[in-house]
């Protein structure tokens, strides 16, 4: 029987970063993935597939709307689907094929089968012919993931009622399609296939769109997606959807009750969240607690309440992003290895990669509001930045947040064209206790859209030069 120091249950971002940390440490340590292939949620139909639709379409839109403009004369842009989405499994199959590499170099053993806790210090492998492999181990990760959180009575069938894995692989550009939840998932995949040419309606169930990320963006990142063409009913919910007919007949209701509304549709996305994916791993009969949302409860060093059982990534507490469940497996790796592995969650950045994108890093001004701190903004419209409007996209702006009497950065929030990118500078200065004046004092590059970020910081303290 083999024997290790870790098995890992679950190989995404969490699960796979945690094996080969551990190596790297010197643990003898093997992955156990249910799936054909590693990489989880995020590589196979999450973050990696979800990218490479909204960068092909957004090539797409600009090739049709903006590079006339650049005098650059291609005609109209003829859609071929079949050859975006394979191009898009070709992004994913380079990326898994990477982590097997990776599990090799790092000398971590692989088992493909579904893991099952079947007692601290022992993890059984069921495999795709039936047969069962136990393992030894000194410790036991969990990192399963999260799944597709289901609205009752309304069947995804991953044709016409799809979750977020349909909308990855729909054979045809549907005419119009329903997007049920404005948040990450609703707006990322609504704005693929209205650029690719559906007709896009969003339904919410809050009076905004994007909950928990800073209002202010929200608002202004809502009228851009308005005036793109995407259609918003917010504070609404979707009740059902018959498919009894050729097109989908939703009803949707006020979320406060009222006149019941039928939206038809072609295809319906289900974006309402994700729930923790907890089946299979015979938690309760090894004892493993879960809190009250179903998730694997665990302290601050992720340890659950059985000794030698470890949870990271979406299976646990906190946001559901691929980043925090990578630094969670090598902080548990770390501390598993005798080293103070740690997460700081007042800096993840959380960033939506529509166009333009959305970021944000640290509380939100209605947070600081909530909570009664005294803090400055600081403000710069991307209108005002040389290479913005030199490359057409003045859409947005950056804002920051200072701590009135110290200039503490507390939250830094971009809604602008490569906002994702430009976060990480807001990051690093956040991580390192940093304070607007000294992201004002850091010489920019021009020209950068990433002088908005240095302008935003300037107006903290009420001097921004360009504007
Ligand atoms: P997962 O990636 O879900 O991996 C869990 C793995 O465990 C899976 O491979 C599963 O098969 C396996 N498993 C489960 N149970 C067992 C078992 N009993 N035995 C063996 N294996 C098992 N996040 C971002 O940060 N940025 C993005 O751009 C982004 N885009 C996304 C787009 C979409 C459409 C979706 C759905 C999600 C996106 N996310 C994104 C979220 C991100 O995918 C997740 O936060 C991330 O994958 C969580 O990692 P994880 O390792 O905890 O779990
Ligand atoms: P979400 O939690 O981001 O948004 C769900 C939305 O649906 C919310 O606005 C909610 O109010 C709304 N909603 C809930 N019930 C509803 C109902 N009955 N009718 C109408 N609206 C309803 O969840 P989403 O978009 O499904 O994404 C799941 C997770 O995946 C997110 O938590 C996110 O962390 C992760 N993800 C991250 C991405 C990124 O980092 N760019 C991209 C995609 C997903």
Sequence with gaps: MAQYDLIVIGSGPGGYVC??????????????????????????????????????????????????????????????????????DEGVDGNVKGVAFLFKKNKVDTYLGVGRVAAAGKVEVKGADGKTLTLETKNIVIASGSDVARLRGIDIDEKRIVSSTGALTLAKVPQKLLVVGAGVIGLELGSVWRRLGSEVVVVEFLDRILPGMDSEVCRQFQRILEKQGMIFKLASKVMAIDKSGSRLKASVEPAASGAVETIEADVALVAIGRVPFTEGLGLREAGVALDERGRIAVDAHYATNVRGIYAIGD?????????????????????????????????????????????????????????????????????????????????????????????RVLGVHIVGPDAGNMIAEAAVAMEFGGAAEDIARTCHAHPTLTEAVKEAALAVGKRAIHM
């Design 19 to 88: 094996a080969i940390r551990a190596a790297q440490l010197g643990l003898k340590t093997a992955v156990v993935e249910k799936d054909k292939t590693f990489g989880g949620t995020c590589l196979n139909v999450g973050c990696i597939p979800s990218k490479a639709l909204l960068h092909a379409s957004e090539l797409f839109e600009e090739a049709g709307h903006a590079f006339g403009k650049m005098g650059i004369g291609v005609g109209k842009p003829k859609l071929d689907l079949a050859a975006m989405m394979a191009f898009k």
């Design 315 to 407: 299976v646990i507490a906190g946001p559901m992003l691929a980043h925090k469940a990578e630094d969670e497996g090598v902080a548990v790796a770390e501390v598993l290895a005798g080293q103070a592995g740690h997460v700081n969650y007042d800096v993840i950045p959380n960033v939506v990669y529509t166009y333009p994108e959305v970021a944000s890093v640290g509380k939100s001004e209605d947070e600081l509001k909530q909570a009664g701190v005294a803090y400055n903004v600081g403000k710069f419209p991307f209108t005002a930045n040389g290479r913005a409007k030199v490359n057409m996209q003045t859409e947005g702006f950056v804002k920051i947040l200072a701590d009135a009497k110290t200039d």
